[in-house]
């Protein structure tokens, strides 16, 4: 196991046993909300990760990564920006996918931009978001998510 | 539940299914591959998912909200922003669960600007999320992103709210008599179901209200008190 995964376990099983100190009940429904939210999302997430890995044995990372630099970089962050806005990915699969992909080659620049409209800008969510705030605030709000998106991965590119 | 609706619920499902048999099929070296593959996946989930969960649901309980929401109004200046940027990073669930929460703060008093703030770092800094994503991208990576995303939230709030005015919003919705479930922001977590098992059930992956039982009071509140989203609401 790597640092960070130990990390985070440890600071969740102190947090947990703190909790578990201090408030009883209250400990016991953060376990049931976390079992429950993960068997809401098992089977999707199984589907997703299956498919996945079906992708990548057609499409391998490499030859993603060929492609993509072959790709102006700007034309190659707008694909990955749009293509971020219409999937609808846990971000905890997105990571390490991602990372296999950067590690293969593909530039940080679009990945970032997929990363960021992946999670904060939603066509599927879309018409509920509309629903709930009416039409220009949910235009506005993911119009200018989109475009910081690409903003975001072009310093990205700069600075790293 | 009929079976068509499932097979709805699942089509996803079903298509990978289809496209695995087809692969082993015509290519089988290539769907062993493609096991192979996901295998990996799915063992670098295992470790972080449960963990993730926990503290997601931990930080979501233990974060005092009430007294955070006090702060968001126009009036809140810095305080409100970062606050909303706090409460955003630790609440639980996918983002379409954070916006009949945020229609709520709104009502409430809370800002333009300080509601879209919430929904976008609700949506990209979660902070277990940046744990893994230092894992899998590395921490400069990461830190350095959230650095930017920080900012360019600031920057297209603001933006926001000079374009988009209160009256704007849709008006209150009728409040609908009695007791109702928001099925839209329900997460399927089913802690009202645990709470109150003879009013709520699950149907699907969503909560869904028993008809013909008169709700006790008192156990009702606690249940729309647990519910993590805030997707259980009644008018008496």
């Given at each position: 196991m790597d640092v960070f995964t130990i990390a985070i376990w440890v600071g969740t099983l102190i947090f947990l046993f703190i909790s578990l100190v201090k408030d009883k009940e209250k400990t016991k429904k953060a376990l049931k909300m976390a079992l429950g939210m993960g068997r809401g999302m098992v089977v999707s997430i199984l589907s997703i990760v299956f498919a996945i890995g079906l992708i990548l044995t057609i499409l391998p990372p490499e030859e993603i990564a060929r492609f993509v630099s072959e790709q102006s970089v700007l034309l190659a962050t707008v694909v990955a920006a749009l293509f971020g806005t219409i999937t609808l990915v846990p971000a905890?699969?997105?990571?390490?996918?991602?990372?296999?992909?950067?590690?293969?080659?593909?530039?940080?620049?679009?990945?970032?931009?997929?990363?960021?409209?992946l999670t904060m800008v939603g066509v599927v969510t879309f018409p509920l978001e509309k629903k709930e705030f009416g039409v220009k605030f949910t235009v506005v709000r993911n119009g200018l998510s989109f475009v910081f998106a690409i903003v975001i991965a072009l310093v990205m590119g700069v600075v790293i | 539940m009929s079976i068509l609706k499932k097979l709805k619920g699942n089509l996803f499902l079903i298509i990978v299914i289809l496209a695995y048999i087809v692969m082993f099929i015509a290519r089988p070296e290539m769907g062993v591959a493609s096991v192979k593959n996901s295998a990996y996946y799915i063992k670098e989930m295992l470790m972080i998912m449960p963990v993730i969960f926990i503290l997601t649901a931990l930080l979501d309980l233990w974060l005092p909200k009430e007294k955070v929401i006090r702060f968001l109004g126009k009036e809140a200046g810095v305080k409100g922003i970062v606050f909303s940027f706090v409460l955003g990073s630790v609440s639980a669930g996918p983002v379409y669960a954070a916006f009949p929460m945020c229609v709520m703060l709104h009502k409430k008093g809370a800002s333009i600007r300080n509601i879209v703030i919430i929904l976008s770092s609700w949506a990209v800094i979660k902070i277990p999320m940046l744990i893994n994503e230092a894992k899998f991208l590395g921490p400069k990576f990461m830190a350095i992103r959230w650095v930017l995303t920080v900012i360019a939230i600031i920057i297209f709030s603001w933006i926001t709210s000079k374009m988009v005015k209160d009256s704007d919003l849709p008006e209150d919705t009728p409040v609908q008599a009695g007791l109702s479930l928001n099925r839209d922001a329900c997460m399927g977590c089913g802690l009202c179901t645990k709470q109150y098992p003879e009013l709520f059930e699950m149907e699907g992956k969503k909560a869904s209200i028993k008809q013909g039982t008169l709700p006790d009071v008192a156990k009702?509140?606690?249940?729309?008190?647990t519910c993590p989203v805030k997707a259980i609401s009644k008018n008496l």
């Open positions: 905890f699969i997105a990571f390490p996918l991602v990372g296999t992909l950067v590690g293969a080659g593909v530039s940080v620049v679009p990945a970032v931009a997929f990363l960021t409209t | 009702l509140m606690q249940a729309i008190d």
